[in-house]
């Protein structure tokens, strides 16, 4: 149920509010723009979901449905190299709910390897948030300690699962879930890989006020079975997931992609195999459990 | 690749221990051997190492030169290795020689059809064993891994299994739970192991029937069991675990929905089964490989006073006593601690091989059934002569056994 003024307070947003439809999908989605705030890291206005990537907007990309839905496709010649993830070896949706529910389980590879293809396909530049976008977005959210739970499925109230997108109440700046649900990856100032936002599993107390939460391979897909592991998925980290950023130009419009070698091409140590999978590569992949 | 974080991903206090600890007690080496290296086997590698500074690898095999290559390579700045050129084998018969060499223990991780064959020779040749799941691929598999289990009791050779959730925290303290009465008496279950498709090697030109078969063992029913021996065998496995022991008899159904083309061999691609215990206990097991369709891999246990479910890393009991648990070690890692610890003597003795080839037959009865379109019993099932595969092994031509058709 969402309250008068939180309507009032959408419909008041709604009118800057970008809708982003995907060429070759069925879907759109909502970026609400946001104030620069550069005494404190975050120097150019930006974009942001108003929702975390749902499994909807996750499944186009890793099935390539955006492909199999258009003859003609719209992504330029490059995207011929972008890599789309395994296929993992358990439900990565945990069968928390699919369809409407934040995407989980991914790495921050995969979600940067995401953003990517999402601006390929729309000529926008998306990516991760930094960390300091993330802390001005949690400091605008008016979101406290004693309101947390109205907003944000954590521990208390989530029953240990994701819950579908949009159904707690938007905190000020519009934004859905931005303290609960999923957690979400960050790129910290150094390019380190950090979640923010506590996830189903968070207690509150743990959750305000908002901590980056380092990335920790070691635990998150210690159970994958494999060897190599995936460089994809988390087995054992359910509770992850994304939420992007939309990069504006100086007249605050959304930006371009940049024409060559976006900011998010995966580094040497982390792809270039995954661009031109190797067969007996993917047969080590993912067996079964 | 770097598998240093292999060995300090663990909470647990081994990952404390600096690799070459093991030094200063060096009569206190396991020497062990592998025989079969792919992704599994060499994964166990890992494993193992990480569970015990007492641990070294001296050995490895894969019908496959390249393989055995590939994870020769992969030890090369491993401390605690000492294979060599000499100590790594391949072709069909590189368990044997794996098996002759100086070995305290043999992890088994070829494609499961060979299981039984690998596990007999290690106990005959008085190696403790980890062994993959499933055991086998038929009931006379069965039957010879239960032989070999009882052969190991009486060598006290200790025998773990790749059930690892055997192992792991969550499933101990929630069966912990169920046996202390929590959600009352076990009236039925359910369990899944539903997913998306998994990877698939392309045929070459250069590609005997034999190799295109082993190199893509899961579609082929004698060799991998069918998908839901090969994988939905663990859900089934912690059903029986919580019921304390094997149905009674199987009614199943299944097909070949999706993964209709020869390049995914024989198996089918879905399956569900109704499995009936003793006390007229039922559970209902499903299992798919469908791309884009509904995920779940996770058990439910229905009792008289409350609900168990369990999903992996967390165990949450619903109903009039509620109770709910997460976290513990890597169950993977945790599996060899535990065999090292029966086998040094510091921990229980174990031997799962009689447990798990119970696990693998309920899950080879329900493929039975499926296939068949009958209701099977246990006695039927684990009492067949029906072997799958080739009675010799060798890369060359092997006709691919039709899909099962129900009612046929």
Known sequence: ?289 | MTHSRRHFLSTGAVAALAPYAFASHSEEVIRVGVIGCGGRGTGAIWNCLSSSPMVRIVALGDVFSERVQSAAQKLVNEPRSSVTPETTFSGFDAFQKVLAADLDMVILATPPHFRPEHFAAAVAAGKHVFMEKPVAVDAPGVRAVIAAAAEAKNKKLSVVSGTQRRHQQPYLEAIRQVQDGRIGEIRSASCWWNQGFLWRVDRTNTMTDTEWQMRNWLYFTWLSGDHIVEQHIHNIDVCNWAIGGPPKSATGMGGREVRTGPEWGNIFDHFAIDFEYENDVRVTSWCRQIDGCSGKVAEEIVGTQGVLRTDGGRSIITGESPWRFKGGRNPYEQEHVDLIASISGSGPYLNEGQRVAESTMTAIMGRESAYSGQKLTWSEAINSDARLGPEHYAFGPLPVRPVSVPGS
């Open chain 1, 1 to 289: 149920m969402v309250c008068l003024p939180a309507m009032i307070l959408i419909l008041l947003l709604a009118t800057d509010v970008l809708s982003q439809s995907v060429p070759g999908t069925i879907h759109t989605f909502d970026m609400i723009p946001v104030k620069p705030d550069p005494a404190h890291g975050v120097p150019k206005a930006f974009f942001v979901g108003k929702n975390e990537v749902s499994w909807d907007l996750l499944d186009a990309y890793r099935f390539e449905l955006d492909r199999k839905a258009e003859s003609e496709s719209s992504l330029p010649e490059s995207s011929d190299i972008i890599a789309r993830p395994s296929k993992p070896y358990i439900a990565m949706d945990r069968s928390f709910g699919h369809n409407g529910y934040p995407a989980i389980s991914v790495q921050y590879r995969h979600a940067r390897c995401f953003a990517r293809w999402l601006s390929l396909k729309t000529k926008r530049h998306y990516r991760l948030p930094t960390e300091a976008e993330w802390k001005l977005l949690a400091r605008r959210s008016q979101i406290t300690k004693n309101n947390i739970l109205e907003h944000a499925w954590l521990d208390e109230n989530s029953d240990w699962v994701t819950h579908p997108l949009g159904e707690k109440k938007p905190d000020a700046l519009g934004l859905f879930d931005l303290f609960g649900n999923a957690s979400e990856w960050v790129t910290g100032l150094k390019g380190e890989h950090l979640t923010y936002g506590g996830c189903y599993e968070t207690l509150a107390k743990d959750a305000f006020p908002a901590k980056a939460v380092p990335e920790d391979m070691g635990n998150w897909n210690a159970s994958d079975p494999q060897d190599p592991q995936s460089i994809w998925w988390l087995a054992d980290g359910g509770f992850v997931g994304l939420r992007l950023v939309l990069e504006t130009d100086t007249d605050g419009k959304p930006a371009k992609p940049p024409a060559k070698g976006i900011e998010h091409e995966p580094k040497p140590d982390e792809s270039p195999e995954d661009a031109k999978p190797d067969p007996a590569r993917l047969e080590e992949r993912g067996i079964s459990g």
